[in-house]
């Protein structure tokens, strides 16, 4: 005992050690990625009409300080915020991305609080939840308050990097439980594992004219078995996501692209009726959601897009016929560089188990500016996906 | 073993260990050779003395443990270093090998003016896998550069230049100060990050752009290049954005170079300038940079013999000179002085790596022939365990 009490000591004696000798003299670069996205909204619940003069959530700040570090590794820290939905009990701000990465040519190793790998890519919507049963697994530990339980975990993930452009990532998450259990308020044991392999070609060479520019496919399993963890069945919740993104008309002036992503949710087969959000999780479902998008740049930058979505969810072991479907439509028409004003138009329908969730329908109008920027300060080194260093040899 | 040859043995280990033997030997005075620019050699084609030159992407070595992507014509930085006489007929062969536009200007030289190397001026640039035919007649005498002419600012600095050295067998400044040995110095300065950030951004924008031209499809506003004034005027008056305004690409500063070479390289890669006690050497100073020199010998006087190429009237002595941009000097270095001595910018800043003192432009002069015992070194420095004079200091 004694000894390990001495451990203890000298790691900390070290630590501070440590801290006693920061050098100030090594810049990081400083990110600095904001987005505001500010819209009028008219909503239809079944029925009934209501507004939001100015909803601005998903509105957020990132802020990342990055540095070469020995041997050819370059860390980097980011810290961001952003403003939740209304009534997401998540207070004014939640810290949606806070972790530390290092990394070096093809591997990556990230910890701390961050995107978790309940999707494999992102659809052209205004915010990035508007479609979110349908294009994110959902968390099984959520009460369903808020989507940013299915959007932010405490990650911790390493991936490998083959040849450029295929990326095999293994992680582990700790997801929000929500409404979070007192006795569980210290508890940072991992909650889902998984793994992902996605073939990606890296945005720099989307001019290279590829018809694939992405193909995935990932594998989840949520630890719903561990007594504490909503473990209603003894069993983990397993599924599978596959991705695909195929530029149909990689043109630099009127391009095309279609975005597609399946969800199968192994489910329990015990739930035969989905009553609340943790039945509707442990469900056996499909999903799928796909994209059709339109992009019209001029003097080589963004102008214009519009884009066309469909999905639809069905839950095939439910005693009542129950599915989903949404169609999503938008335009965005770009007033200036990072600036753009949109419009989207949203329609969902549910059928069997979920009209009593959610009602039958919902109609969505929204009207509003979206201003986002990614800037880097004090810049030091090139990014692994220049073409610099994808084509002529990575410099570290 | 005698006293007496105990103590001359010892004494002549102890002076062989303290020689600058690094510096004085003779593979060190052979690998110098290749710090300064390489000759390319020439086909005879009739009366026609035919080069070969082509423009790849390269990583160069500015110094140990630092490289960038370069502009490099045939895989050197700087460029190899043509020599001809004058009246010669030369035919150069120019191969682009990347994806970007290039030219090259003849820098002092009476070219034809369809053989200048100014785009859109006179000629279309030499676009991505083109080859381009230079033909002139060499004139006139003296020490001249050749450079791109396309996006200047960038591919200067980015490594796209090189030495052009016209001869005359009656040379009229080695009637005046007899010499056997000469060398080229060419000095530029280089904001890095602003390479890299440009270079990127210039590879994507013509992947882009040769898309387009293979499709039949120039878009002047685009491609920012227009008939005639008068049409970019009503261009602008229609709402074009030229790239040189904020709201579309101009960065918010110029670049601020903070690496400063000399033939490509930057001390301690730095090259020597060798000389014997009582030898005259003709040093060509080019300075193919944005930024001026004020260069200095230490120990000596210099005389100044010509300026861009020209004889001057009057050889002028001194031992700082200002090489501006653009400018050649040739200047003679008598060796009256046996040592080792610096010779480097006076603005002090162009010494220095990345804003570290000592670095950049700062070089030496050495007498080869200078006795072993003049090199010793003292009691400290065997007491830092060194066998030499240090020529390599990073810190201060």
């Known amino acids: 005992m004694a000894r390990i009490v001495l451990k203890m000591f000298m790691s900390i004696a070290m630590l501070l050690g440590i801290v006693d000798f920061v050098q100030a003299q090594v810049n990081p670069e400083i990110q600095l990625g904001a987005r505001g996205v500010m819209s009028f909204n008219v909503n239809n619940e079944s029925g009934e009409t209501t507004s939001a003069v100015n909803d601005f959530s998903d509105s957020g700040i990132l802020t990342g300080f990055r540095q070469k570090l020995y041997n050819n590794y370059r860390g980097q820290l980011v810290i961001g915020f952003q403003f939740p939905d209304a009534n997401s009990n998540l207070g004014q701000v939640f810290f949606h991305q806070v972790f530390v990465l290092i990394e070096n040519k093809s591997d990556i190793l990230k910890m701390g609080r961050s995107r978790v790998r309940s999707s494999l890519i992102e659809f052209p919507t205004l915010r990035d939840d508007d479609a979110i049963f349908l294009t994110d697994v959902l968390n099984p530990f959520s009460a369903g308050d808020d989507t940013e339980d299915n959007q932010y975990g405490n990650v911790l993930e390493l991936t490998h990097i083959f040849g450029q452009r295929y990326w095999l990532t293994v992680h582990g998450e700790r997801y929000r439980e929500t409404p979070i259990p007192p006795a569980e308020e210290t508890n940072f044991d991992l909650n889902g594992i998984g793994f992902s392999f996605q073939y990606i070609v890296p945005q720099t060479q989307t001019w290279n004219r590829e018809l694939l520019k992405q193909v995935g496919v990932s594998f989840n399993n949520f630890l719903t078995d561990r007594p504490g963890d909503f473990n209603t069945f003894d069993r983990t919740l397993k599924n599978v996501i596959f991705s695909t993104i195929l530029n149909i008309r990689p043109d630099p002036v009127h391009f095309w692209d279609l975005r597609h992503q399946t969800i199968y949710n192994s489910g329990f087969s015990e739930v035969a009726t989905v009553s609340d959000y943790a039945s509707m999780t442990r469900a056996r479902n499909v999903a799928t959601f796909t994209s059709l998008r339109y992009l019209y740049r001029k003097l080589e930058r963004p102008a214009a897009q519009v884009a066309l979505s469909f999905g639809y969810k069905t839950f095939p072991d439910l005693e009542n016929s129950t599915s989903q479907y949404q169609l999503l439509a938008n335009a965005f028409y770009r007033l200036g560089e990072n600036f753009d004003a949109g419009f989207q138009f949203q329609y969902i329908a549910f059928n069997g188990d979920l009209q009593k969730l959610f009602g039958k329908n919902e109609t969505r109008f929204q009207v509003g500016l979206v201003y986002s920027i990614d800037n880097v300060w004090n810049d030091q080194f090139d990014d692994r996906n220049s073409l610099l260093n994808l084509e002529h040899g990575y410099i570290p | 073993m005698k006293r007496r040859t105990f103590l001359k043995t010892g004494a002549a280990a102890t002076t062989a260990a303290l020689l600058p033997s690094t510096l004085l030997a003779e593979s060190t005075i052979v690998a110098n050779r290749m710090r300064f620019p390489q000759p390319l050699i020439p086909e005879m084609d009739g009366d026609v003395k035919e080069f070969q030159l082509y423009i790849d992407i390269y990583q160069h070595e500015i110094v140990p443990a630092f490289k960038i992507h370069t502009l490099a014509f045939s895989d050197q930085v700087p460029g190899p270093e043509f020599r001809v006489n004058r009246g010669d007929k030369v035919r150069i062969k120019f191969k682009n090998k990347t994806e970007l536009n290039h030219t090259i200007h003849w820098h002092g030289m009476h070219v034809p003016w369809r053989m200048d190397g100014v785009p859109y001026v006179t000629q279309m640039p030499v676009m991505a896998g083109q080859e381009f035919v230079y033909e002139f007649v060499a004139e006139p005498y003296g020490t001249h550069f050749y450079h791109c002419h396309w996006g200047t600012l960038l591919h200067m600095q980015s490594g796209m230049y090189g030495s052009f050295i016209i001869e005359d067998p009656d040379d009229p400044i080695k009637k005046k100060y007899p ?116 260069l200095h010998l230490h120990g000596h006087d210099f005389w100044l013999v010509c300026d861009d190429g020209l004889p001057v009237p009057q050889p002028w002595q001194m031992n700082t000179l200002r090489l501006s941009p653009g400018k050649t000097l040739d200047i003679i270095i008598e060796g009256k002085n046996r040592g080792i001595w610096t010779f480097h910018d006076h603005d002090t800043r162009r010494v220095t790596n990345n804003g570290l003192y000592p670095g950049g432009n700062l070089m030496a002069l050495v007498y080869e022939d200078m006795p072993a015992e003049e090199a010793a070194v003292d009691m400290m420095a065997r007491k830092m365990g060194l066998t030499a004079l240090p020529m390599v200091a990073l810190d201060e």
Do not use: C
């Open chain 2, 179 to 294: 010499y056997e040995r000469e060398y080229t110095l060419i000095y530029s300065a280089h904001d890095v990050n602003f390479i890299r950030r440009e270079l990127n951004s210039m590879l994507e924008r013509m992947k882009e752009r040769m898309y387009l031209m293979k499709t039949g499809r120039f878009d002047k506003e685009r491609f920012a290049v227009f008939n005639t004034k008068e049409e970019f005027q009503e261009s602008v008056e229609d709402g074009y954005q030229p790239p040189y305004v904020v709201n579309r690409r101009a960065p918010s500063e110029l670049a601020q170079p903070q690496w400063f070479t000399v033939n490509g390289k930057s001390y301690p890669s730095t090259p020597n300038l060798y000389i014997r006690e009582g030898e005259n050497i003709r040093v060509r100073l080019i300075n193919a940079g944005g930024e001026e020199h004020y």
